[in-house]
C-alpha cells in the first residue's frame, strides 16, 4: 500500500531534524548572532542595471551640463517660491558638489589634470550658488534664465571640447570594378588607417587603449588625423614614445608615421601624420634652394630641410632679443653630419652678419669645404686652442663694450659681425681638464650676449664627448640639437627630450639610397626631417662674402686674429714639403690643381724641416727636385716648384701675359695693387667687386709672381712687375 503524502512528510521532517541533531538528540544552543533573513536584490540589480546602462550611454557626457542646468532652474525655481528653502538647497548643492569631487578625483592620474579639475569644480560650484541666491531674490524667470543658460553653456563649452563626439571619417564612394582577370582570385581589402587604429592600437590590452582617430585632413602630402586619447591614462608624450609601436600596428616604417602635438595643445590629444611610401618628401632628394633664400633676419632662423609634412625644419642664428645660437649635431658614421655643418656653414657666411670659423682635428678632411673658405680655418689642436682663446676674447671686449654703450646684447652687424665657431670631431677637441674644454664650456654658457657661439658635431652623446662637463653640454644643446641616425642603443637616453630613439631611423630607402640627413630636431618637432642636398656647397661657400671682425674686437684679440692667415700659409708650405720629399710627382700634380699653394710655397720658403729625399741639383737661381729610379736612370721634373729665392722677375712677352690679367678685375685690382692700395676691402670698393673675387684674383696674381702677401690683409706688388701691364 503506497503511504500516503501526510506520512512523506513526517518522514522527511524526521529526517531533517535528525540530521541537524548531534548523536544523543540533545537540542542545539541558539546561536549568538542569528543572521537576518535572506534579503531581496532585486531592487538592487535593478539600480545597478540602470547606472550601467547610464555609464554606456554614448552621450552621457555631452547630457551632463544639460543635466546640471536643468537641476538648477528647478532648484531655483523652488527656492523663488520658497525663500526659507535657499539654505538647504544651497547646502545640498554644497555636499553634491563635494562628494561628486570626492567620486571623481580618482580618475585624475597626474598632478595637472587633478588641479584642473579641482579649479572646474570650484568654478562649477560658485557659478550654481551665486544662481540660486540670484534666483531665490529675483526669481527663476525671465532674464535671470537667461544668465543661467547663457553662462551654463559658457562654463560647458571646454568640458563639451573635451568630450566631443568623433566625426567618422568621410565614405568613399566604391571604385568601379576592375574587369574580370583571367584568374579569378578573392582578396580581402587593406583595412584603412583609422580601422587599423582602432583594431590594433586603441583596443583594449593595446598600446594605447581606448583612444580613436578622428579630424581627418591632408597637410601636404601627408594625410593627417587628431588621435584623441584615453584622459588620465594616456597623454601626448605616452603617444609620442609610442610611435615605433603605433608605425609597427599600422604596418608602416618609421619614416613614413609621425607621432606629434596637436595644433591646438592639449595633453589628451596628438597629432598622427602619415605619408605614403611614394610620395614620401623625406625619400626624394631635395635641392638646397640657395643660403641666400632660406635665410630669415627678422627670426633669425634658417630652413636647413623639410619635415614629412613639407614643413620646413629650421635652424636658429642669431635671434633678435635673445642672442647668437650655438648648438649641436649628433650622428653616426654616413648620417650626414658634415654636409650639415656644412650647409650651417654656407647659410652663416650669406647672412653678412656671421664670421664662420671651423675647426677640425683631423686635418680638415671632415669638412673640406668649410675648412677651405672659412673665415678662420684650423686643422689641428693648436689652432683650434687658439680659435677658443680668440672667442673668449671677443666675449671678454664685448662685454664691455655693451657695458659702455648701456645695451644686454651684442647685435651682430656686417660692421661688427658675430662669430659662429664650428667643430667636428668635439670629442678629440674637448678632453676632460683640457684647456680646450674649459674654454668651450665658457664659450657655450657666456657667449650669446656677445654673439660667440659654438657649433660642434659628434658622433656619441655621452659627456666623455664634452669633456665631461655637464655645463658644456646643456649649453650646447640648449637650443640647437640635431640627432641624426646613431648605431648607439644609449644615444636616446642620453639626450633630455628625445623621445625617439634615433637608432630606428632606416640606413637605406626602400630603393637603395642611403638616408643621409635623416634626423631629429630635439625641442621643436618629433616629425623627422631630412636636410638639403647640397652639391654645390664648395661653390657657394667661395662665393660667401668674407666677413671680418670689426678693428676693436680684432685688435684686442691681436696676433692669433691677425696672422691666422700667414700661420695657415706656413702650414701648408710645410705639409708641400713633405710632400716633395717623398714625391715630387705628387706636388706637381697638387701645385697644378690649387694655385694658391705654389704662392704659399714662394712666401714661406723655409717652412717645415723636411728634406728632399734626394739631393736637389742647382740651376740658376732655384732647385729642380730629382729622384732616382731603380734602375740608376735620374729624373728631372721640368715644371717643377722652385723653394730657393724666387727668381728675378721676367716681364712676358707679347701674348704671354699672365691669364689673370686678361680680365678686367685682373688688370684693374693689380693696378690698384701697384698704386699702392694694400687691402682687399678697399680694392673691392675701388675695384667694383665682391671681397670674394678680389681674395681669388689676389690668389691668382699671386701665382703668377705678379703680387705677395707680407701679412694678412695686405698685398704689395713683386718687384718690377708692374711692367706686366706695359
Known amino acids: 500500500m503506497a503511504p500516503t503524502r ?32 535572506a534579503r531581496d536584490h532585486r531592487n538592487y540589480d535593478r539600480l545597478r542595471g540602470t547606472y550601467r546602462t547610464l555609464r554606456g550611454w554614448p552621450l552621457r557626457h555631452q547630457a551632463a551640463p544639460l543635466v546640471l542646468l536643468g537641476t538648477l532652474w528647478t532648484a531655483g525655481a523652488i527656492a523663488a517660491a520658497a525663500p526659507g528653502t535657499i539654505g538647504p538647497i544651497m547646502l545640498g548643492a554644497t555636499v ?18 587633478l588641479g584642473e579639475a579641482r579649479r572646474r569644480t570650484v568654478r562649477t560650484t560658485l557659478a550654481a550658488g551665486g544662481w540660486l541666491l540670484l534666483a531665490a531674490s529675483q526669481g527663476a524667470w525671465g532674464w535671470p534664465v537667461a544668465v543661467l543658460w547663457i553662462g551654463g553653456y559658457a562654463l560647458a563649452a571646454p568640458w563639451w571640447y573635451r568630450h566631443r563626439i568623433p566625426v567618422p571619417p568621410p565614405v568613399r564612394e566604391p571604385a568601379a570594378l576592375p574587369p574580370p582577370a583571367p584568374v579569378c582570385e578573392v582578396t580581402e581589402p587593406e583595412p584603412e588607417i583609422p580601422q587599423l587604429w582602432a583594431q590594433r592600437v586603441g583596443a ?166 668649410v675648412i677651405r673658405r672659412a673665415t678662420w680655418p684650423a686643422r689641428d689642436l693648436d689652432e683650434i686652442l687658439l680659435q677658443l682663446r680668440a672667442a673668449a676674447k671677443a666675449i671678454d671686449i664685448r662685454g664691455a663694450l655693451n657695458g659702455l654703450r648701456g645695451v644686454d646684447l651684442h647685435i651682430p652687424t656686417p660692421a661688427e659681425p658675430g662669430i659662429l665657431l664650428f667643430l667636428d670631431e668635439i670629442h678629440k677637441i674637448f678632453v676632460r681638464g683640457s684647456e680646450h674644454a674649459a674654454l668651450g664650456s665658457l664659450i657655450a654658457r657666456e657667449g650669446r650676449k656677445a654673439a660667440v657661439a659654438i657649433v660642434g658635431a659628434d658622433q656619441y652623446p655621452g659627456l666623455p664627448t664634452f669633456g665631461d662637463d655637464e655645463a658644456l653640454r646643456s649649453s650646447m644643446f640648449a637650443k640647437n640639437l640635431a640627432v641624426l641616425r646613431t648605431s648607439s642603443n644609449v644615444a636616446k637616453g642620453l639626450i633630455p627630450g628625445l623621445d625617439l630613439n634615433p637608432k630606428d631611423l632606416p640606413d637605406r630607402w626602400p630603393d637603395g639610397s642611403p638616408t643621409s640627413g635623416l634626423g631629429y630636431l630635439v625641442g621643436q618637432r618629433t616629425a623627422p626631417w631630412r636636410g ?33 692667415a700667414a700661420r695657415a700659409a706656413a702650414a701648408r708650405a710645410s705639409q708641400a714639403q713633405r710632400i716633395a720629399a717623398l714625391d715630387p710627382d ?63 722677375f721676367t716681364p712676358p712677352a707679347d701674348g704671354l701675359r699672365p691669364a689673370v690679367l686678361n680680365t678686367p678685375a685682373g688688370t684693374r685690382i693689380h693696378q690698384l695693387v701697384t698704386q699702392g692700395v694694400t687691402r682687399p676691402k678697399d680694392l673691392a670698393a675701388q675695384a667694383g667687386v665682391s671681397t670674394s673675387r678680389v681674395h681669388t684674383v689676389l690668389a691668382d696674381l699671386a701665382a703668377a709672381g705678379l703680387v705677395t702677401n707680407i701679412r694678412y690683409g695686405e698685398w704689395i706688388p713683386t718687384p718690377t712687375s708692374i711692367t706686366a701691364v706695359n
Not at 531533517?16 to 537540542?27: F, K, L, S, V
Open 6 to 37: 501526510a506520512e512523506i512528510a513526517r518522514l522527511l521532517a524526521a529526517a531533517e531534524q535528525a540530521a541537524t541533531e548531534p548523536a544523543d538528540h540533545a537540542p542545539l544552543p541558539p546561536a549568538r548572532h542569528a543572521s537576518p533573513p
Open 96 to 113: 553634491t558638489a563635494t562628494a561628486g569631487w570626492l567620486v571623481r578625483r580618482r580618475r585624475h592620474s597626474t598632478p595637472r589634470a
Open 204 to 369: 583594449t590590452n593595446r598600446v594605447l587603449a581606448g583612444s580613436y582617430l578622428t579630424a581627418p585632413h591632408m597637410i601636404g602630402p601627408a594625410a593627417a588625423w587628431i588621435a584623441q586619447l584615453n584622459p588620465g591614462v594616456h597623454t601626448t608624450q605616452t603617444a609620442i614614445a609610442a610611435a615605433p609601436l603605433i608605425a609597427s600596428a599600422l604596418g608602416l616604417d618609421i619614416d613614413q608615421v609621425t607621432v606629434d602635438r596637436p595644433p591646438g595643445g592639449g595633453a589628451d590629444r596628438a597629432l598622427i601624420l602619415v605619408v605614403d611610401r611614394a610620395n614620401n618628401p623625406l625619400q626624394r632628394i631635395n635641392h638646397h634652394p640657395g643660403p641666400d633664400k632660406v635665410y630669415d633676419p627678422t627670426t633669425g632662423y634658417a630652413d636647413i630641410g623639410i619635415h614629412a609634412d613639407e614643413t620646413p625644419a629650421r635652424w636658429a642664428f642669431y635671434v633678435p632679443g635673445w642672442g647668437l645660437a650655438g648648438g649641436a649635431i649628433i650622428g653616426g658614421i654616413g648620417s650626414g653630419k658634415s654636409t650639415l655643418i656644412t650647409n650651417l656653414a654656407t647659410i652663416a657666411g650669406y647672412s653678412r652678419v656671421l664670421s664662420p670659423w671651423a675647426g677640425d682635428p683631423q686635418g680638415g678632411q671632415s669638412m673640406p669645404a
Open 532 to 564: 638639403w642636398y647640397t652639391p654645390n656647397a664648395d661653390t657657394w661657400m667661395a662665393a660667401a662674402p668674407h666677413v671680418e671682425l670689426d678693428r676693436v674686437t680684432a685688435n684686442f684679440i691681436g696676433p692669433d686674429y691677425v696672422d691666422r
Open 586 to 648: 705628387a706636388l706637381t700634380a697638387l701645385l697644378a690643381a690649387d694655385p694658391s699653394l705654389a704662392a704659399a710655397l714662394r712666401s714661406h720658403r723655409s717652412a717645415g724641416t723636411s728634406t728632399p729625399a734626394t739631393p736637389p741639383a742647382t740651376t740658376g737661381s732655384g732647385w729642380t727636385p730629382q729622384r732616382t729610379t731603380t734602375g740608376g736612370v735620374v729624373l728631372t721634373l721640368a715644371a717643377a716648384p722652385k723653394f730657393g729665392p724666387p727668381p728675378p
